[in-house]
């Protein structure tokens, strides 16, 4: 099926109702693409692309990628997935089979149509990493049965049908390998660390440090992140990846809980909880490649980004007290 012109195409992007889909909709629709969204809601609500339904670019599918899928698109994001340790080691079945399933019939799909692919891998895939900074040649350091595994394995597996496809049936991949991201339209009740803290300390609740706080993470802004995923989408067809993305600068978990009481101004106290199994000790991305490949690099630095991000969490926040109040008293 040819474009439905050489700059309007028409685009699938699976996951589009999460955090980062539901913000690359809105970039991909200001640039005058058509929109299918395809979203089980698994972990994400309507809210996120509630502001899109008026436009007739934008069509929403409520669909599960484990399930195979017929549409005709000039291109594909693959972003289905839950994303938080929460959301995806709730069913962690579900998760290892939307990684799996759900690429094979979205790559089945991009084979069809001869379409482009991108995938949302993650940095997870390096497990926890015993060389630092992590390059792409870093084969990675994942247990296969621990709690964590459901993900990263199945991320793992999904770079490995990826690579497959494209060796065998000669579809045109981008694996991209997206590390810790943050923004308005996270989950509230996600469970990432970005979100907790500032959702936290906006309730004046403690926050909640795993461990001592001293492991470490890397953390991209949202707008950052997306600039990194177009470039890579629309990049020479020898640009593959595997790529990494996200931002250098390293924070210990303590320093980020210390850096959110600052900008919120809240007098929330630090509480330690305990670790959960296989938690990654340290984690920052050399993004060499994507500077030299991409011309990309992240510029919103954390404390910015953070005053982005805390206004949003201040509204939905206030919508759920208006909410409580407007409910009938039984
Ligand atoms: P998110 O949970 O907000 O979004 C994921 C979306 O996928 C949700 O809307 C969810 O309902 C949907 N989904 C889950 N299973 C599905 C299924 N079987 N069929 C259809 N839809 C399904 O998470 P996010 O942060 O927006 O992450 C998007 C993608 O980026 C994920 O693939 C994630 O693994 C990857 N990623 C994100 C980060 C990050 O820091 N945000 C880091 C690494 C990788
Ligand atoms: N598939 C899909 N949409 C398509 C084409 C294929 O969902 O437009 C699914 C189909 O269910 C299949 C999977 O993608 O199971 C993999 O497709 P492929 O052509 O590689 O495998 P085959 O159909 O030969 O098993
Ligand atoms: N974390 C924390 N308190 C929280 C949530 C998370 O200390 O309330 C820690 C978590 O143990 C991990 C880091 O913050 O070391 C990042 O966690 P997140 O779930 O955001 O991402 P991931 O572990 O997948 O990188």
């Known amino acids: 099926m040819p474009p439905i012109s050489e700059s309007r195409k028409r685009i699938l992007v699976t996951g589009g109702a999460g955090f980062l889909g539901s913000h690359l909709i809105d970039r991909l629709l200001a640039q005058g693409h058509e929109v299918i969204c395809v979203d089980n809601l ?27 899928l017929y549409v005709e698109v000039d291109e594909i994001y693959n972003l289905a997935c839950p994303a938080s340790p929460i959301h995806y080691q709730h069913d962690p079945i579900q998760t290892l089979k939307t990684s799996v399933h759900g690429a094979i019939n ?51 597996a999904a770079e490995t049908l990826f690579f497959d496809y494209h060796r065998q049936q000669g579809v045109p991949i981008k694996v991209m390998r997206i590390f810790n991201t943050y923004g308005p339209r996270m989950h509230r009740q996600d469970g990432r660390v970005v979100s907790n803290f500032i959702v936290q300390a906006l309730l004046g609740e403690p926050i909640t440090i795993y461990g001592d706080g001293s492991q470490t993470r890397s953390f991209c802004y949202v707008d950052d992140l997306l600039d990194g995923m177009m470039r890579l989408m629309a990049s020479p067809a020898e640009v593959i990846g595997p790529i990494n993305i996200g931002n250098t600068r390293e924070f210990a978990i303590l320093d980020l809980a210390r850096l959110v009481i600052e900008i919120t101004g809240s007098r929330s106290q630090i509480v330690s909880k305990p670790l959960p199994g296989d938690d990654p000790r340290q984690r920052q991305p050399d993004i060499t490649k994507a500077r030299e490949t991409l011309g990309w690099e992240p510029k919103v630095p954390l404390r910015e980004g953070l005053q982005k991000t805390i206004p949003y969490f201040r509204d939905i926040l206030a919508d759920e007290v208006l909410a409580s109040k407007e409910q009938p008293a039984l």
Not at 44 to 61: G, Q, V, Y
Not at 117 to 143: C, F, K, M, R
């Open 106 to 156: 979205m790559l089945g799909l991009a084979k069809r149509l001869k379409c482009k692919i991108l995938q949302a891998s993650t940095s997870e895939v390096y497990g926890d990493p015993t060389i630092h900074p992590q390059v792409e040649e870093y084969w990675g350091n994942v247990n296969p049965i621990g709690p964590r595994a459901c993900y990263d394995e199945g991320k793992r």
């Open 42 to 68: 698994f972990s994400s609500t309507k809210r996120n692309i509630d502001h899109l339904h008026a436009n007739p670019r934008f069509e929403f599918m409520r669909h599960d990628v484990c399930f195979p």
